[in-house]
C-alpha cells in the first residue's frame, strides 16, 4: 500500500483540480455580506478562510471530516486493550479525509518513532532559560531551537520549485509532531521532576509514550492522554493558534516558524491558557471557601464575586459555539466512567451546573456554556500532574496535529499569500459621511 505521503498526494491533487473547476465556474459568487461592526469586533462570522481539516458547528461542535467526539471514539483504532483513539489515526483522518485501519496507524506511530530524535543544541537551549519561565516560554523556544533542522527552509534556501513545497512542509510537519513530546516532557521534568528526565519508550504509540516520558506510567492516564491529544488537535481555522499558523505560512514560513507562532496564539488567556486558569480558579476558590467539595450557594457566590471584580469565568464561553462543547463532556464521560468519586472532578460538575444560568442572566455574553478548557485540569490532577502552568503545553502538542495537516493543505493547495484589507476609524468616518 502506498504511503501516507504518497496517498496525501494523490488526495492533494484531486481536491486542487475541484477547486480550480469551482472556482473556474463559481469563483465571482459572493457567500457573505461584511458588516462595520465585524471589522472592529473579531471578524466574527466572516468565513474567510478555508480549512480542511474539521469544521465547527456553532450547536453542534466540532467535527474532524465530518465525524463528531463520540463517532471518532467509536471509529478510530485503539490501543491494546484501550478504549479511547489513538491521535494518530485522527491525523491520519485529518491529512487523507478517511478513517484509517490499524494498519494505517501502526505505520504513523512507526513513522513518527522514525522521526523523533531531538538534536543537542534543542534541550541546551531550554537550559539557557530561567527554570521559572513558564513552560509555553520554553515549549515555543525550544520550537524555534529545532528549527534548524527544517528541510523546508534548506530546500527554499536552494532553490526548490513551487511544486515541491508540500513535501517539505509534509516532512516538517512529520518531524515536528514526532520531536514535540520529547521536548514537551523534557521541560516537564526539568522544571517540575529534579531533571530526572526518561527516556523514551520505543514500543508505545505517541500519546502514551508522551505519557511514560511525562513520567505517569498509570494505562488510564495513557488512555486520558490519548482523549487529550485527540479531543484538542483542531477546532477549524480561525481560532487564533489555527489561523496564526495558516497566516505565517502563507508567507512560505517554514512549519518550525508557524507553529511556534500559533503556539505564542495559544498561550493568551482568552485561548489555551485557559486550561490553566480553570484549575486556578478552581484551587484559589477552595482554598478561600476552605472546603474540597463547595455547595452549589458557595460556587454561585464566588462566581459573581469574580465578574464583579470585571473577571472572565475561565473555561466557559466561545466565540463560536453556542452550547456545551462536546470536548467538555467527553472528559465528563471520562471522569464519570475512571474517577467518579474524585472531589475536584465532582466540582467541575458542580460549576457547571451553575455558571451557566448565572452567565445568562447578565443577558451580554453569547454563549453561557463550557468549553474544553473547563475540565481537563481536574483529570490531570487527579493522576498527580498539578503542575498547571504546564496545561497549555499538553493542549500545544495536539494542537501541532490539527495546524500542521492544514499547513500540509494549504502549500499542496498553493494558498498565497493572505493579506486582507484594513481601514483606519478616519476612513470610516469619511465613508459614512458621503453616504
Ligand atoms: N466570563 C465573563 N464574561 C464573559 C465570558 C466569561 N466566561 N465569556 C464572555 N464574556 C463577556 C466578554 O468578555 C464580553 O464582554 P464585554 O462586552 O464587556 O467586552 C461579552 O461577554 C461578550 O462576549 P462574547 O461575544 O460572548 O464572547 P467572545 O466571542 O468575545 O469571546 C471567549 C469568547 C472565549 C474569549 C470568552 O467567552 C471568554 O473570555 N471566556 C473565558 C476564557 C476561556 O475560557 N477561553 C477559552 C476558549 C476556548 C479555547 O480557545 N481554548
Not at 483504532?77 to 484509517?100: R, S, V
Not at 515541491?164 to 514535540?180: G, N, Q, T
Amino acid at each position: 500500500m502506498a504511503n501516507t505521503k504518497e496517498r496525501f498526494k494523490e488526495k492533494a491533487d484531486g481536491v486542487a483540480a475541484e477547486i480550480k473547476d469551482i472556482l473556474k465556474e463559481h469563483g465571482s459568487k459572493k457567500i457573505g455580506e461584511v458588516t462595520l461592526s465585524q471589522i472592529y469586533q473579531g471578524m466574527r462570522g466572516i468565513t474567510g478562510l478555508v480549512t480542511e481539516t474539521s469544521l465547527l458547528d456553532a450547536q453542534e461542535g466540532i467535527r474532524f471530516r465530518g465525524f463528531s467526539i463520540p463517532e471518532l471514539q467509536q471509529k478510530l483504532p485503539k490501543a491494546n486493550g484501550g478504549t479511547e483513539p489513538l491521535p494518530e489515526g485522527l491525523f491520519h483522518l485529518m491529512l487523507l479525509g478517511e478513517l484509517p485501519t490499524e494498519e494505517d496507524v501502526h505505520d504513523i506511530t512507526a513513522n513518527w518513532q522514525r522521526r523523533s530524535h531531538v538534536p543537542n543544541h534543542v534541550f541546551a537551549a531550554i537550559e539557557a532559560l530561567p527554570k521559572d519561565s513558564h513552560p509555553m516560554t520554553q515549549f515555543v523556544i525550544a520550537i524555534m531551537a529545532l528549527q534548524t533542522e527544517s528541510k523546508f527552509a534548506d530546500r527554499y534556501a536552494k532553490g526548490m520549485a513551487k511544486k515541491d513545497y508540500w513535501e517539505a512542509v509534509f516532512d516538517d510537519s512529520m518531524d515536528l509532531i514526532a520531536r514535540l513530546p520529547r521536548v514537551a516532557a523534557y521541560i516537564y521534568r526539568r522544571k517540575y521532576k529534579d531533571e530526572d528526565h526518561i527516556h523514551p519508550d520505543g514500543l508505545l504509540d505517541w500519546a502514551g509514550n508522551f505519557a511514560h516520558m511525562l513520567g505517569y506510567e498509570d494505562e488510564t492516564f495513557r488512555e486520558l492522554m490519548r482523549l487529550y491529544m485527540t479531543i484538542h488537535a483542531d477546532h477549524e481555522g480561525g481560532n487564533v493558534s489555527a489561523h496564526t499558523t495558516h497566516l505565517v505560512g502563507s508567507a512560505l514560513s517554514d512549519p518550525y516558524l508557524c507553529l511556534a507562532a500559533g503556539m505564542n496564539g495559544l498561550a493568551g488567556p482568552l485561548h489555551g491558557l485557559a486550561n490553566q486558569e480553570v484549575i486556578k480558579w478552581i484551587l484559589e476558590m477552595r482554598e478561600e471557601l476552605g472546603v474540597e467539595l463547595p455547595s452549589s450557594a458557595q460556587i454561585d457566590a464566588y462566581v459573581r464575586k469574580t465578574l464583579s471584580e470585571g473577571r472572565v469565568v475561565p473555561g466557559y464561553g466561545h466565540a463560536v459555539l453556542r452550547k456545551t462543547d462536546p470536548r467538555f463532556s467527553a472528559q465528563m464521560a471520562f471522569g464519570k466512567r475512571h474517577l467518579p468519586d474524585d472531589p475536584l472532578v465532582q466540582t467541575v460538575w458542580n460549576i457547571y451546573e451553575t455558571v451557566p444560568p448565572i452567565l445568562q442572566s447578565l443577558g451580554k455574553i453569547k454563549n453561557p456554556w463550557p468549553n474544553v478548557d473547563a475540565h481537563s485540569g481536574a483529570l490531570l490532577v487527579h493522576y498527580g500532574l498539578v503542575e498547571y502552568e504546564f496545561y497549555t503545553v499538553l493542549f500545544g502538542v495536539s494542537r501541532a496535529l490539527g495546524v500542521l495537516a492544514s499547513l500540509c493543505w494549504d502549500r499542496a493547495l498553493g494558498f498565497p499569500l493572505e493579506r486582507p484589507k484594513s481601514v483606519t476609524t478616519e476612513l470610516v468616518k469619511d465613508w459614512l459621511k458621503g453616504e
